[in-house]
């Protein structure tokens, strides 16, 4: 059952979601961790939820904010892709199957930007870093990264578990360096996944 927050909601599109999003008062970093997971779509009244993400542990007072394992259960179509019925899946399961990951480091920012900020100021190690979630991805990753969009269909072979909307590769030799999700984009798609698919393609550039 997704927790209940008491958070003022913004309309994107045609949906209102449940988000915290006031980073100004520093609630966003507090109260994300009890909302990435689930949100609910008011215009359906359909619960919206990303599979397969286990958060361990969250403490954003710790040098990293969180701990988290990739899940993935049976039935296992609840993870594979379908642009109508499930946009965020994965393009196969196979020959994975069932699986339980590892735990990978997790931190959740309001914009990509202050992670960078905080790797180039050497309080955090991107090294160590798995997965960002955030609200919006910012500028700055333009000046050390390329972004492959996941929201692009094109690129979804390139999707490893339910709900990761973008890779960040090193900028000159192309290896990944973390994966993400990036939350307003994630909701255009949802929200219209054909206009944002376009719209990733000229912000990221074409599949890889």
């Known amino acids: 059952m997704c927790s209940s927050l008491s958070l003022n909601e913004r309309k994107v599109g045609r949906a209102a979601f449940g988000l915290a999003l006031c980073a100004q008062s520093g609630c966003f970093q507090a109260a994300l961790p009890a909302a990435i997971l689930c949100w609910v779509e008011l215009s359906t009244l359909k619960v919206r939820t990303i599979r397969g993400i286990k958060l361990l542990a969250t403490d954003s007072h710790r040098q990293y904010d969180g701990i988290y394992r990739f899940v993935v259960k049976e039935p296992l179509d609840n993870h594979v892709f379908d642009k109508d019925k499930n946009p965020l899946g994965v393009l196969s399961t196979h020959p994975l199957g069932t699986f339980t990951s590892k735990p990978y480091v997790l ?21 160590d870093v798995d997965l960002v979630i955030a609200w919006e ?72």
């Open 137 to 208: 991805i910012g500028t700055e990753w333009k000046k050390r990264y390329s972004v492959t969009s996941l929201l692009d269909v094109e690129n979804i072979q390139h999707r490893p578990v339910h709900g990761i909307s973008h890779i960040f590769r090193d900028v000159n030799s192309g290896d990944i360096r973390f994966h993400a999700i990036i939350l307003s984009e994630l909701v255009d798609a949802l929200n219209d996944f054909d206009a944002t698919e376009q719209t990733q393609r000229l912000k990221y550039g074409d599949i890889i």
């Open 107 to 127: 931190e959740y920012k309001q914009n990509v930007d202050a992670l960078i900020q905080e790797f180039e100021n050497q309080e955090k190690q991107e090294s």
